[in-house]
């Protein structure tokens, strides 16, 4: 396989960070972002260092242990050498497998893991490809329900607001921000690094530009974070540095400002919401002593009280719009800030207000905040899931290492079950998770694990089977996303790598095996899915009179424009204007204050109503500082971290932490310095940056840097490339919802003065060829 090297003319792709152009020139991929993008997102620049990369995995890859000893609990899992195999042989053996695992223990031992963000294509999408595969050679899988993203509030809303995807991409519109709304309370901030990235694809990327109308126009952006990032400089003249996890407190606290001033709207209260009453009594402290006032928010905090209730007391009688990030809830009761904020906004009288109101998670993805399409994008169907079993996403190494153990979820009281095969297609576990040295004892606690991949993850490396995917470049798939008037041909830019085959063609080689391969394919081609799939939005675009262009003519232009109505306020205007009529969907069809149904749930962690509840990992003695482990801004997660624009934003090949000056100061560290991060759980190297930017007693490391343990027979090895995952907890949110705490967690910091380890994250792992011995 070799590569094009004559120049070629450019031709359309999309991602989740853009649609984008790419054509060669003098043997090099070059990627030009589309022309109406106003504020393109660099990330698209990982793409052609990444392409041919040493990281990637040309040939089928054999764990040697699993190989000569068969299935079976395995520690050797990440430091074991590899077999190359051919694809007829290894597709033979994984064949065999899955039929041993389902014959003798049934479909529920087959955990199907994927989390859907490795292409904006429609048919190659990474979730419905491994999920329609075991639900038709298996009847089923184990399943996972929520995201990591937003583990706690996909949980939570439902209770108290109605259906997650209206509550987040429904309500509110950037449109009527920048024409209507005075006050912007951003708990956890609007950084336009999450922004500039939607599931689907995006086309314009506005979310800037239009804080910075906002601002112009006389709207007061509030940024409540530890992070100045977390708003653009244009727009961020007021941060509030606040105490990492404390967002509730803060909340509580202007509430009980609101009700001691009586500025509050008792009539929204009455005639919209349910459990003020209750939720008025806890407040005020009738209902425990302790009234939530800004001198005991102060000292939770860190927010000066006298500030505190000049916040308060600038939002009677404005347009307010109270966000809440993604970060808030990936934290110890993520659920009570979501709820919280809610509460507030009730409070103000504002939900259902053009501009105004509660939007969770504004600003974490260009998904929201935009309007939707009048027509469908059609994806993979996934068939029918005859396993009822799940777990939420976070709980994989519970899962793994306590098979049969009961936990709870949402009222429910379930158990654990006992799996013998995972099977990943899509995703990295190795960023997402959190106490990777727990992850990589659950991974070693299964009889097989399936890795589908481009690339050498720490994932992969784990992996008992590794079968080289393509990437996106590599095949033709439809881009487009419900919020996103621009449908995109995505075109091939590259042959594939190696033997890299599609996902697609890799489980119609495993189903006809297991005798199924009609049922997979339904009798189409990738090509013949593809022209299937477009009819959906072909037909809808005919019904309402519109051009519909045939296949053809769609894959020359390259694109399509869809049809959006105007935004309308969803569910919630519409409950604002008519209660009665257009009722929410909650239990009580009302906003809800206090919940008489989790309160019927019992659980200490998460109350009738939002509380704040102290969190469990606090700074000590041996762990002084706050860690803010949040998303990067040179990469999506970790996808691509070997890229050109990834690896140039690092500093001596590590990721970048940043901490405050006088932080920095108390331990001799200075700008530039290589710095260790250490707790019980493990230890990292990175790069520091000192800024003022960070509050005192926080120190930042993003996500995604990939595993790089320094001796992988360790138990407990350094990571030597930054990966802050070493050190989060494991544990969930709380009974309700089970999400990721990955957010924030405890460290202590020091200068690295040993010999500067180096880094082998993208150096493929040690390889034999198939009947050979290893070298001596």
């Not at 799996?419 to 998770?433: D, E, R, T």
């Amino acid at each position: 396989m070799t590569d094009r090297m004559k120049d070629t003319p450019a031709k359309p792709h999309s991602s989740h960070w853009g649609a984008f152009s790419g054509a060669w020139k003098d043997g090099k991929l070059v990627i030009v972002p589309h022309p109406i993008d106003p504020d393109p997102n660099p990330i698209i620049q990982n793409f052609p260092e990444a392409l041919r990369h040493k990281a990637r995995i040309a040939k089928p890859m054999v764990r040697r242990g699993w190989l000569e000893n068969g299935p079976g609990k395995d520690d050797r899992r990440g430091r074991d050498e590899f077999v190359e195999m051919e694809w007829d042989a290894v597709l033979d053996l994984l064949a065999a497998e899955l039929k041993r695992v389902n014959d003798e223990h049934g479909a529920k031992a087959v955990f199907g893991g994927s989390y859907g963000w490795s292409s904006a294509g429609r048919f190659h999408h990474a979730q419905s490809q491994p999920h329609r595969f075991l639900n038709v050679a298996l009847g089923g899988y184990v399943r996972s329900v929520n995201s990591y993203s937003a583990g706690a509030s996909m949980v939570i809303l439902p209770h108290v607001l109605g259906n997650y995807d209206d509550v987040s991409r429904k309500n509110v519109a950037w449109d009527e921000i920048v024409a209507h709304t005075d006050v912007i309370l951003a708990f956890g901030g609007m950084a336009t690094k999450n922004s500039r990235v939607a599931s689907g694809g995006i086309s314009r990327h506005t979310e800037h530009q239009d804080m910075v109308a906002a601002s112009r126009r006389g709207c007061r952006l509030v940024l409540i974070s530890p992070l100045k990032s977390d708003l653009p400089d244009e727009v961020n003249n007021e941060w509030v540095p606040l105490k990492p996890g404390t967002d509730t407190a803060l909340m509580l606290a202007l509430a009980h400002t609101l009700v001691s001033d009586n500025s509050h709207d008792r009539g929204l209260l009455d005639s919209h919401c349910t459990g003020w009453p209750v939720f008025e009594d806890y407040l005020m402290g009738r209902s425990d002593g302790q009234p939530k006032d800004a001198a005991w928010a102060a000292g939770i905090t860190s927010v000066n009280a006298d500030d505190i209730r000049a916040l308060a007391r600038r939002l009677p009688g404005k347009r307010v719009l109270v966000t809440v990030a993604h970060s808030l809830q990936r934290a110890e009761h993520g659920e009570q800030p979501v709820w919280m904020a809610s509460v507030l906004a009730a409070m103000l009288g504002q939900h259902g207000l053009p501009g105004g109101g509660y939007n969770y998670a504004l600003g974490a993805i260009a998904n929201y905040g935009r309007r939707h399409n009048a027509v469908p994008i059609a994806a993979l169907p996934q068939g029918k899931n005859n396993v009822g079993d799940f777990i939420p996403v976070a709980r994989i190494s519970d899962m793994l290492l306590n098979p049969g153990a009961p936990f709870d979820y949402n009222g429910q009281r379930l158990a654990y079950p006992d799996i013998k095969l995972v099977y990943w297609a899509g995703g990295n576990p190795f960023h997402h998770h959190q106490d990777l040295n727990r992850l990589r004892r659950a991974f070693a606690a299964v009889d097989t694990l399936v890795v589908h991949e481009i690339a050498w993850t720490a994932t992969a490396r784990h992996a008992d089977i590794v079968l080289p995917c393509t990437m996106t470049l590599e095949r033709e798939d439809i881009g487009g996303a419900p919020t996103d008037p621009l449908m995109v041909a995505m075109h091939r830019l590259a042959e594939p790598f190696g033997e890299a085959r599609d996902d697609y063609d890799i489980f119609t080689g495993l189903a006809g095996r297991l005798g199924c391969k009609d049922a997979f394919t339904e009798g189409r081609t990738s090509g013949q899915w593809l022209r299937h799939l477009y009819s959906f939005t072909r037909d809808g675009l005919a019904a309402r009179g519109l051009e519909a262009p045939d296949f053809d003519t769609f894959w020359v232009r390259g694109e399509l424009t869809l049809p959006q109505p105007p935004h309308d306020g969803g569910s919630i205007r519409a409950f604002r204007n008519d209660p009665a009529g257009k009722p929410l969907a909650t239990a009580s069809g009302k906003i809800e204050i206090f919940s008489d149904k989790i309160a019927s749930f019992n659980y200490a962690d998460c109350p009738g109503h939002p509380s704040w509840i102290a969190p469990v990992d606090v700074i000590s003695e041996t762990t002084p500082l706050q860690l803010v482990a949040n998303q990067p801004a040179s990469r999506l997660h970790s996808q691509f971290d070997f890229g050109g624009h990834s690896s140039a934003e690092k500093r001596r090949g590590r990721e970048v932490a940043r901490m405050n000056p006088a932080d920095a100061r108390a331990r001799d560290i200075a700008d530039g310095d290589i710095i260790k991060l250490f707790n019980d759980r493990g230890a990292c190297l990175a790069a520091v940056v000192v800024t003022d930017g960070i509050m005192p007693g926080v120190v930042r490391l993003p996500t995604g840097a990939w595993y790089d343990p320094e001796d992988i027979n360790d138990d407990k090895p350094l990571c030597v490339h930054g990966n802050p995952n070493v050190l989060t907890r494991d544990v969930g949110t709380s009974s309700l919802a089970q999400g990721c705490t990955g957010q924030l967690t405890t460290v202590q910091v020091e200068k690295f003065i040993g010999n500067l380890p180096p880094i082998q994250a993208y150096d493929p792992p040690v390889a034999v060829k198939a009947g050979l011995e290893a070298a001596e």
